[in-house]
């Protein structure tokens, strides 16, 4: 398969060389996570489809793939400062330590109890903040500015969207070129990863993105054509809980992306029970919004070769039986 090198993206935060170099970054250092087909989803949904794990992740979620690329590119023992509502942190946490860096991370008050507690097992100080009263990014660079601290931001930075974009180089390459690529969207890093590394290796395949139907300020932006902000949504898809666009993430996307769904918390969890019990597979309620998009047919692909990325499985057991449960 050709990989084009010169899309004529320099005016763009990031092109598909950037996810290349960032593909070299993460050799050997993340994981290449599996592929997962079934029958029984492929009659389902009447097409193909290819599930990217990253629950199967270093830290449990894509999230580690950009971390990495970014800290990697820093002096060594360079501390950092992060903020994030879980997988983030933890991803932060993680390639800080691999990297023998100090790092902090500004966490809401309300994030799972197992990622906190990841993160600060991977040795970051965890700095807790009100996600619905307080300014995260504000909050953030203030915390960076006072202890002298490279921020990694969680999608707002090029080589953190370059390596996102990773996961989708890798499916692509794994089962072939697809129809459509189907990603979970919170600020919009990974699925501008995603368009990227699409554009190089599939440029005919539709790009969507999904957004849970309390969150979408990504879709709302899209049809504005200017980032617009929302209320932080109230949704059972932490990970996704962001109320405007990032502003570099929001470039490419307005480009690359073709179309934003939306998906219910209970269709979420419809698709978190169909992961477990037909594809044995364990997603948090943010990995699962992808495919629920599929299975609630918010995404029609009949006859398609759909290519979706799972993006976390970061979940405790206790939670993830009260979703199942209602």
């Known amino acids: 398969m050709a990989e084009a090198t010169s899309l004529g993206e320099s005016h763009l935060p990031i092109g598909f060389e ?22 029984t989803l492929d009659e389902l949904i009447g097409g193909r489809v290819f599930v990217k794990a990253e ?3 270093r830290g449990g979620s894509f999230k580690f793939r950009g971390a990495y690329n970014k800290i990697s590119t820093l002096p060594s023992g360079t501390g950092v ?22 790092a902090v ?31 995260r990014e504000a909050l953030g660079k203030a915390l960076a500015a006072e202890r002298g ?23 692509i390459r794994e089962v072939g070129e ?48 200017r980032r617009v902000r929302i209320p932080v949504p109230r949704t059972i898809a932490d990970g996704l809980q962001v109320n405007v666009p990032g502003e570099l993430s929001f470039q490419v996307n307005r480009r690359r992306v073709d179309r934003v769904v939306t998906v219910s ?21 943010s990995g699962a919004a992808g ?16 290519g979706v990325i799972l993006s976390g499985g970061n979940v405790s057991a206790e939670r993830f039986r009260e979703l199942l449960a209602g």
């Open 178 to 225: 697809v129809d459509v690529l189907v990603a979970p969207v919170g600020g919009g890093g990974l699925i501008a990863g995603t368009a990227t590394a699409a554009a190089g290796l599939a440029p005919a395949a539709r790009i969507v993105g999904v957004e849970p139907e309390a969150g979408d300020d990504t879709r709302r932006s899209l049809e504005a054509g």
């Open 105 to 135: 991370v500004l966490m809401p008050e309300d994030a799972p109890g197992t990622k906190v507690e990841a993160t600060r097992s991977y040795g970051a100080e965890v700095v807790s903040y009100d996600r619905y009263a307080e300014d």
């Open 291 to 306: 495919l629920a998009a599929l299975l609630s047919r918010r995404l029609d692909v009949t006859g398609a070769r759909v």
């Open 149 to 171: 601290l490279v921020l990694v931001a969680p999608y707002e930075d090029p080589l953190v969207m370059a390596g996102q974009g990773t996961a989708a180089l890798e499916l």
């Open 265 to 285: 918390d209970r269709q979420i969890v419809e698709a978190m029970t169909f992961l477990f019990e037909r594809m044995k597979l364990v997603a948090e309620p």
């Open 81 to 102: 400062a992060a903020y994030s509502s879980g997988n983030h942190a933890q991803a932060v946490a993680l390639a800080a330590r691999l990297a023998g860096s100090p």
């Open 55 to 57: 629950s199967f992740q």
């Open 18 to 39: 950037d996810v290349l170099a960032a593909e070299a970054r993460l050799a050997g250092v993340a994981n290449r996570t599996p592929v997962f087909t079934s029958r």
